[in-house]
């Protein structure tokens, strides 16, 4: 299984909404990511947990707050968005720094509309 | 971050080979230069990656420059599937992080 699982596909919500996004993988990655890609541009990497603890922040706002319940999930929680928050949020896994080749696999992506 | 600079599009016909470049003037000793590629609404996937030696593998090669300061995806027959986004990126060998940059869009044409 090379699967990284992503739900909800789609996602709308107002902005005073709580939601969450999450993730799922069982390849035994024990480090995981959030990126966000707006249209037409690359994806930027927001968060990076190794061994369930958050190891980057790129200085993400507060209203976008991750968790890592354990090394096969990760979640990212919503609160209180903007419209300019909208974009689609991609997972992704990967083994340790200096195990395997270090590939990232990535999940489809949940798009995000925030009214 | 060493920065990598990519044309922002290129064009190929189907069945030809492609060779898409990539400066890293500013690479270290201890980055790897990985690319990956993004097909429209998808993830990105990882394409291949490499130190100082060429790599080939069952969906490209790369080839790097002796003096690592460039190197070259080559795809080496194209089909309409092989359009997408490509990124070159340089990764710490010991770091988690992967930080994109623009890429290049690759249009290939029957």
């Known amino acids: 299984d090379t699967e990284v699982t992503q739900t909800p596909k789609h996602l709308v919500m107002g902005m005073t909404n709580k939601k969450s996004l999450k993730c799922e993988q069982h390849?035994?990655?024990?480090?995981m990511y959030w990126y966000k890609q707006k249209a037409k541009k690359p994806p930027e990497l927001m968060f990076v947990?190794?061994?369930?603890?958050?190891?980057i922040n790129e200085s993400v706002p507060s209203r976008f707050s991750p968790e890592c319940p354990n090394s096969s999930l990760l979640n990212l929680h919503l609160h209180a968005l903007q419209p300019e928050d909208s974009a689609l949020y991609l997972c992704?896994?990967?083994?340790?720094?200096?195990?395997?080749?270090?590939?990232?696999?990535f999940g489809e992506g949940s798009r995000l509309t925030v009214l | 971050d060493a920065k990598t600079t990519q044309p922002n599009s290129m064009e190929s016909n189907e069945e030809e080979p492609v060779h898409l470049p990539c400066n890293h003037s500013?690479?270290?000793?201890?980055?790897?230069i990985h690319w990956y590629r993004q097909l429209p609404s998808q993830g990105p996937e990882y394409v291949i990656h490499?130190?100082?030696s060429n790599v080939n593998n069952r969906m490209a090669s790369l080839a790097i420059a002796e003096d690592r300061k460039s190197s070259t995806l080559i795809l080496h027959r194209a089909t309409l599937r092989d359009a997408a986004v490509y990124y070159c990126?340089?990764?710490?060998?010991?770091?988690?992080?992967?930080?994109f940059g623009k890429g290049t869009s690759l249009l290939v044409t029957p």
């Open positions: 500013t690479i270290s000793g201890t980055d790897y």
């Open positions: 390849m035994g990655h024990r480090a």
């Open positions: 992704a896994s990967s083994q340790e720094p200096g195990r395997g080749t270090g590939e990232l696999f």
């Open positions: 990126i340089l990764r710490v060998v010991s770091g988690y992080a992967l930080n």
């Open positions: 947990y190794s061994y369930e603890k958050l190891s």
């Open positions: 490499g130190l100082t």
